[in-house]
């Protein structure tokens, strides 16, 4: 997935555009989430950026920018469905992973705490996996 198209996709967008992806990414976060715990090895980062996206102290840029990437991780179909198993979730990956990166100072501790607590409330298991990479390294 080229960066121009990764770009586009993570435009913050105009207020409405952002209510409309937190409504779409509230209802829909936990369900993909459980899809895709087993296929993406940095699942509690994906939660904690969730928990950031939703936080009222997180910058309006910086919501906008998660709330795109966790709209187009939700989305049933996007450049690659999802429901092909094997690389499904890699393009979801990839704008995720990019959004991380403009973004990795306001992912904070309590976000992580509360992605963590979360994942054991939604018995979600993700890969145990000590090379996982972290959203602050």
Not at 59 to 87: C, E, T
Request: hydrophobic letters at 45%.
């Amino acid at each position: 997935m080229d960066e121009v198209r990764i770009g586009e996709i993570l435009e913050p967008g105009s207020e409405e555009e952002q209510e409309r992806r937190e409504t779409r990414v509230r209802e829909k976060f936990w369900a993909t989430a459980r899809k895709a715990a087993r296929r993406i090895p940095f699942m509690e980062d994906v939660v904690a950026a969730y928990f950031c996206a939703l936080d009222p102290k997180t910058p309006a840029k910086v919501r906008g920018i998660l709330l795109a990437a966790l709209a187009y991780f939700v989305l049933p179909l996007d450049f690659i469905p999802d429901f092909l198993l094997s690389i499904g979730f890699g393009d979801d990956i990839a704008v995720l992973m990019a959004a991380f990166g403009a973004v990795r100072g306001n992912i904070t501790e309590a976000h992580r705490t509360a992605a963590r607590r979360a994942l054991a409330d939604h018995e979600i298991e993700t890969p145990e996996d000590d090379e996982t990479p972290v959203i602050d390294a």
